[in-house]
């Protein structure tokens, strides 16, 4: 068997842990062979729930971590006072080599200010950025930046561009992806302050495949592969994205229920409608990583169920065979030495 690759997992983080989050460990030890998980969070209770639980005893490893970050915490004051907390020791065992990545449905402030402070950025790296995969007709792009970063600067932008572009090519397979920044219209003379200057900056880049602005309605169509944009405007975008999706689902499965021909009806484009939802569901993307820093780190929803966590912890699988981090260092520094 190659190398495994080890995730800590924060298994007292999100609204369902440690339930959930154990689950989703287990299933994706169950789907590869590939990955060894350490659960970190308060022994005792991990070990009541994982008796529930058949696998394979070599790839999986508790760590007790006494102390668990809640969500309303201040952020700066939880990493630095609770330190046997399971962020905190999860998070140390990524900064001491002894994990290869990091998965959280934890605090979202607490889990970014611990992959600044405690997995530290790469050395030239300006800020990193949350980046989530988002559905679209033609299949996902990659919205950067959705939370981590509200007043960026153009430069900022332009990393987060190029991070993306190494994301999308290396991890989903998209050769040469189309780069766009958001805007309010597709002329380039449009948009805030940040956008006009940010726009010729990206036009000019080499190292990325830049198309120009997007709208967000076109967002879902699919026109661009990686969706540069500051962390406000782009949290916007995700949970209206989020917002609307579940709205439709919820509105077409009740308007299948109104009468007896539209139940009939239901049933039998069921199997259809379903794999086309299935398409929509964010769940199956995993979570969103941290990029640009000296270990994965991947922050998923609060409320994850398991399919979530452990679609997460695969993806860091392919995050450490294609070297992610090492062409990140390529992309984006290669100039400046």
Same mark, same amino acid.
């Given at each position: 068997?190659?190398? &495994?690759?080890?995730?800590?997992?924060?298994?007292?983080?999100?609204?369902? @842990?440690?339930?959930?989050?154990?689950?989703?460990?287990?299933?994706? &030890?169950?789907?590869?062979? #590939?990955?060894?998980?350490?659960?970190?969070?308060?022994? /005792?209770?991990?070990?009541?729930?994982?008796?529930?639980?058949?696998?394979?005893?070599?790839?999986?490893?508790?760590?007790?971590?006494?102390?668990?970050?809640?969500?309303?915490?201040?952020?700066?004051?939880?990493?630095?006072?609770?330190?046997?907390?399971? $962020?905190?020791?999860?998070?140390?065992?990524?900064?001491?080599?002894?994990?290869?990545?990091?998965?959280? @449905?934890?605090?979202?402030?607490?889990?970014?200010?611990?992959?600044?402070?405690?997995?530290?950025?790469?050395?030239?790296?300006?800020?990193?950025? &949350?980046?989530?995969?988002?559905?679209?007709?033609?299949?996902?792009?990659?919205?950067?930046?959705?939370?981590?970063?509200?007043?960026?600067?153009?430069?900022?932008?332009?990393?987060? @561009? #190029?991070?993306?572009?190494?994301?999308?090519?290396?991890?989903?397979?998209?050769?040469?992806?189309?780069?766009?920044?958001?805007?309010?219209?597709?002329?380039?003379?449009?948009?805030?302050?940040?956008?006009?200057?940010?726009?010729?900056?990206?036009?000019?880049?080499?190292?990325?495949?830049?198309?120009?602005?997007?709208?967000?309605?076109?967002?879902?169509?699919?026109?661009?592969?990686?969706?540069?944009?500051?962390?406000?405007?782009g949290n916007v975008i995700l949970k209206l994205y989020e917002g609307v999706g579940?709205?439709?689902?919820?509105?077409?499965?009740?308007?299948?229920?109104?009468?007896?021909?539209?139940? $009939?009806?239901?049933?039998?484009?069921?199997?259809?409608?379903?794999?086309?939802?299935?398409?929509?569901?964010?769940?199956?993307?995993?979570? @969103?990583?941290?990029?640009?820093?000296?270990? &994965?780190?991947?922050?998923?929803?609060?409320?994850? #169920?398991?399919?979530?966590?452990?679609?997460?912890?695969?993806?860091? $699988?392919?995050?450490? /065979?294609?070297?992610?981090?090492?062409?990140?260092?390529?992309?984006?520094?290669?100039?400046? /030495?």
């Amino acid at each position: 068997m190659s190398e &495994l690759v080890n995730v800590a997992v924060d298994a007292m983080g999100g609204d369902n @842990a440690p339930g959930e989050i154990i689950k989703g460990a287990v299933e994706a &030890l169950q789907e590869s062979e #590939k990955v060894k998980v350490f659960l970190v969070g308060q022994e /005792e209770v991990l070990k009541k729930h994982l008796a529930e639980f058949t696998y394979e005893k070599d790839r999986l490893e508790i760590v007790n971590a006494t102390e668990i970050i809640e969500t309303a915490e201040p952020p700066v004051n939880a990493i630095r006072k609770k330190k046997d907390s399971s $962020i905190v020791k999860a998070m140390g065992m990524v900064k001491a080599g002894t994990c290869d990545a990091y998965v959280s @449905a934890g605090s979202t402030g607490a889990n970014l200010v611990g992959g600044q402070v405690l997995v530290g950025r790469i050395k030239g790296i300006e800020r990193a950025p &949350l980046a989530p995969l988002i559905p679209t007709e033609k299949g996902v792009s990659l919205l950067i930046d959705c939370g981590a970063n509200v007043d960026a600067r153009p430069s900022h932008l332009v990393q987060f @561009a #190029k991070m993306g572009s190494v994301y999308m090519e290396h991890v989903m397979n998209v050769k040469n992806p189309k780069v766009a920044i958001v805007n309010i219209g597709a002329e380039e003379e449009k948009g805030n302050a940040l956008v006009k200057e940010t726009f010729p900056l990206l036009k000019n880049c080499p190292e990325i495949n830049f198309i120009g602005s997007i709208e967000a309605r076109d967002i879902p169509a699919g026109l661009a592969d990686v969706v540069v944009c500051e962390a406000f405007v782009g949290n916007v975008i995700l949970k209206l994205y989020e917002g609307v999706g579940s709205t439709l689902i919820k509105k077409v499965k009740a308007g299948m229920m109104t009468s007896l021909r539209s139940k $009939i009806g239901a049933l039998l484009v069921k199997p259809a409608l379903k794999e086309t939802l299935k398409d929509f569901d964010l769940e199956q993307y995993g979570g @969103a990583p941290l990029l640009g820093l000296n270990g &994965l780190v991947v922050k998923t929803h609060g409320s994850s #169920k398991s399919i979530e966590i452990k679609n997460s912890i695969l993806q860091c $699988i392919t995050f450490k /065979e294609q070297q992610i981090n090492d062409k990140i260092k390529e992309k984006i520094l290669l100039k400046d /030495e």
